[in-house]
C-alpha cells in the first residue's frame, strides 16, 4: 500500500503550497479514484478528498467510521488516479494518540498524500481535543511528514468550534495560534460562513483560512474577498452525484424512460480518463 517518498512527491506537495500562496485554491472534492479522474478533467489543480463521501462509497456513514488501512487504501486509488497534488481528508487521525496520527500521517505519505487536513473533534459533534492535546498532535504529525522524506507535507488543521456550535472567534483564535506553533500550514473552520466573522478571522488568523462552501452559503468570490484562501465542498460533489443516480434510477424504474442520463458524459469519455492507469 505504501511507496518511497519521491522527488514527484515532493514536487506535488510544494506544488500544493504555492497553490494556496498564489491566489484562492479552490478544491472539489473526489471521493473514489473515478471522482477525482472527472475532477482533474475539468480543471482542477489539485484533489481534495472528503472522508463522508469516501465512506459512502465504501458503504459507511461518515463520522470517523472507517478504520486506518481502509482510509489509506481509498488515498492511494485516488492518488493513483490523477496528476496532480492529492490532500486527504484523514478525519481525527484514525486515533487519539499522537502516535496514532504520526502512524497515519506516514501511510498516506507512503500512498501518495502530500497534503492531509486534521480536525480536533473527539467524536462527531464533540467535544474537542482540549488545545494543547491537539497541538500535540499536530507536531506528531508534521514530525511523521519530516521522518518520511516528506517536510513540504501541507498540513491543514481542521477545526470544528463553530460546525459543532462549540465556541466563536476568540475559541478559534486560540486554537490558531497554537496549531501555527505546532507546525500546521492552514485552518480549515467548516461551518463557518457569516462573512464578517470569517472576515474578522481572516484578518487575525496567524495561519491561512480555509472555508467549506455549502448550497445556499456564500460563493467562491465572496469567500475569497472575505480573505479565505482555500475553499472545498466537503461531501457537495458526491451528494451531487448519488442525486443524479438516484433520480436516474427511480425514472427508470418508473416511467421506464431514461432522460435523466441526456448530457451525460460518455462512455468513451470516462472510459478515456482511466485507460493509460496500470493495472493495480
Do not use: K
Not at 501511510?107 to 467524536?123: F, K, Q, R, T, Y
Not at 460518455?266 to 472510459?271: E, K
Amino acid at each position: 500500500m505504501s511507496r518511497d517518498t519521491s522527488a514527484t512527491s515532493r514536487d506535488r506537495a510544494l506544488r500544493l503550497r504555492a497553490l494556496a500562496e498564489d491566489g484562492v485554491l479552490v478544491l472539489p472534492n473526489a471521493w473514489d479514484a473515478g471522482s477525482a479522474a472527472v475532477i482533474a478533467a475539468a480543471g482542477a489543480p489539485a484533489i481534495a478528498t472528503t472522508s463522508g463521501g469516501v465512506s459512502w462509497s465504501l458503504g459507511r456513514s461518515d463520522g470517523q467510521r472507517l478504520d486506518r488501512a481502509e482510509a489509506v487504501a481509498a488515498a492511494s486509488r485516488i492518488a493513483a488516479a490523477v496528476d496532480l497534488p492529492v490532500t486527504v481528508d484523514a478525519e481525527g487521525g484514525y486515533g487519539p494518540r499522537p502516535a496514532d496520527v504520526a502512524e497515519t500521517v506516514r501511510d498516506l505519505i507512503g500512498a501518495g498524500a502530500v497534503g492531509v487536513n486534521l480536525e480536533d473533534s473527539e467524536a462527531v459533534g464533540g467535544p474537542l481535543f482540549a488545545v494543547p492535546g491537539q497541538a500535540e498532535r499536530l507536531r506528531a504529525a508534521r514530525r511523521a511528514a519530516e521522518e518520511a522524506g516528506l517536510p513540504e507535507l501541507v498540513l491543514n488543521a481542521r477545526t470544528d468550534v463553530f460546525l459543532f456550535g462549540l465556541g466563536g472567534l476568540d475559541e478559534v483564535l486560540t486554537r490558531a495560534h497554537a496549531y501555527a506553533e505546532a507546525g500546521a500550514d492552514g485552518l480549515f473552520v467548516p461551518g463557518l460562513l457569516d462573512l464578517p466573522v470569517l472576515a474578522e478571522l481572516c484578518a487575525r488568523s496567524p495561519l491561512p483560512v480555509n472555508a467549506m462552501a455549502v448550497d445556499g452559503g456564500p460563493g467562491v468570490a465572496e469567500l475569497a474577498a472575505a480573505g479565505v484562501r482555500r475553499i472545498s465542498v466537503g461531501t457537495g460533489l458526491a451528494q451531487v452525484a448519488y442525486t443524479a443516480a438516484r433520480r436516474a434510477a427511480a425514472e427508470l424504474l418508473g416511467p421506464g424512460t431514461l432522460a435523466e442520463l441526456d448530457g451525460s458524459l460518455s462512455f468513451g469519455d470516462l472510459d478515456a480518463l482511466h485507460r493509460r492507469r496500470p493495472v493495480a
